[in-house]
């Protein structure tokens, strides 16, 4: 629980990232690494907040980009190695992607071939991979999963025949999504049974991320099993690129009720966030998040619907049960709000973006960042 007094020092609304839980993450990521002789990377697309870098960047060997920007972030505020996988590069931009990445990825042989000359003229050695796609995965919405028919992502077995392209050292998939070591497990009978030949002849097989490493129950035991198998029958180097597992449970959102609506019965908190703005997975995923204090459910007598700051008449998730009537003015604390918040928030509604902060591990606040007009105004034309 966060005190009272130190709730108060924070701004409204606020991501609040714990820097002690994101500590212990970690530690659970590095014995993960060290057990199983893998290398463990964060995947700035779920969890970019830099302020944090100097403490991931003890435990985690480098970052992995979807994007430029994210790959000049890895490479000026987090160090180390930069990966880098795009369902397709920018031509304008692949001469300075280079110059941040010694590993990219690329989604299909077209665009292997488009780059692979610029690669060898590289001023630095880039190690190549492909992402595959083992058309199998275990992700039941389809809106995450890389795999269904006519998907995108990745270049199939039937696609790749019996050698690996030329200026191919790797290869990647990312079909998980929170997923179990089980689940990791199955996918891997699919990848070895259409890829294995090819495993034989890689150097590297980054397993992309959706590996919920960090979550309470996780197998640790049977995930660091299958690399140490992979590992010894291919002489491979395994690559795991998790986002949320780095940020899992480490922080949450503070809001603030603004005012309270009934309608036919219904009863809804009007808070200063949006779930469409600064909590788009909400919505788009869709899940409800905790709420400190609060059941998911209409059991009870003081039920509410928390509505957000945009027009949006879906910007509402429900229903909680509090224990006491709301009151305007009333804090809310919505868990589990660092990974996947601060990377895909925005200023819909010219709704301003939470500030961040950090809760240290000495147990005071640091207010990291506040937004403004400039923000908002710089994103438009
Ligand atoms: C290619 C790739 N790697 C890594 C990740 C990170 O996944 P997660 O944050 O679920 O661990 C994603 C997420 O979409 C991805 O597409």
């Not at 292997?112 to 039941?140: D, F, G």
């Not at 259409?194 to 959706?210: E, I, P, S, V």
């Not at 049960?321 to 009333?330: E, N, R, T, V």
Request: charged share 20%.
């Amino acid at each position: 629980m966060i005190k009272e007094a130190l709730l108060k020092e924070i701004p409204s609304p606020c991501y609040v990232l714990e820097e002690k839980k994101l500590h212990n993450n970690l530690k659970v990521l590095d014995m993960v690494q060290k057990a199983a002789g893998a290398k463990i990377i964060c995947a700035l697309k779920g969890f970019a907040m830099f302020s944090a870098f100097p403490l991931v960047s003890k435990y985690l060997p480098g970052t992995t980009a979807s994007s430029l920007h994210e790959a000049k972030l890895g490479f000026e505020e987090f160090g180390g190695e930069v990966h880098a996988y795009s369902p397709a590069y920018l031509a304008h931009e692949f001469d300075e992607l280079m110059k941040y990445c010694g590993h990219i990825t690329f989604n299909s042989i077209n665009q292997l071939q488009k780059y692979h000359k610029r690669i060898i003229q590289s001023e630095h050695t880039i190690s190549c991979a492909l992402r595959i796609n083992p058309e199998y995965a275990e992700v039941e919405t389809d809106l995450y999963n890389p795999c269904i028919p006519g998907s995108r992502l990745g270049v199939t077995a039937e696609q790749l025949g019996d050698r690996l392209p030329e200026g191919i050292e790797g290869l990647h998939f990312h079909t998980l999504c929170e997923s179990s070591a089980e689940s990791l497990e199955r996918t891997l009978n699919a990848v070895e049974s259409k890829f294995g030949h090819l495993l034989h002849q890689a150097n590297w097989l980054n397993m992309g991320g959706g590996h919920a490493i960090t979550r309470k129950g996780y197998n640790l035991d049977l995930l660091i099993t299958l690399i140490q198998n992979l590992r010894s029958n291919y002489d491979l180097e395994i690559i795991l690129e998790p986002g949320s597992a780095v940020g899992w449970e480490t922080g949450f959102l503070k809001a603030t009720v603004l005012d309270i609506v009934e309608s036919q019965g219904v009863k809804s908190a009007m808070l200063d966030t949006s779930f469409s703005a600064h909590m788009p997975d909400t919505i788009e995923m869709p899940y409800q998040p905790n709420i400190i204090g609060a059941e998911k459910g209409k059991v009870g007598a003081h039920v509410y619907k928390m509505g957000g700051l945009t027009c949006l008449a879906g910007d509402v998730i429900g229903d909680y049960a509090f224990s006491k009537p709301l009151q305007i003015g009333d804090t809310i604390i919505l868990d589990d709000m660092i990974h996947y918040t601060m990377v895909k928030n925005h200023t819909f509604n010219g709704v301003n973006l939470p500030s961040i902060g950090i809760i240290k591990e000495d147990g005071s606040f640091q207010l990291v960042k506040q937004f403004g007009y400039e923000d908002y105004r710089d994103r438009l034309s």
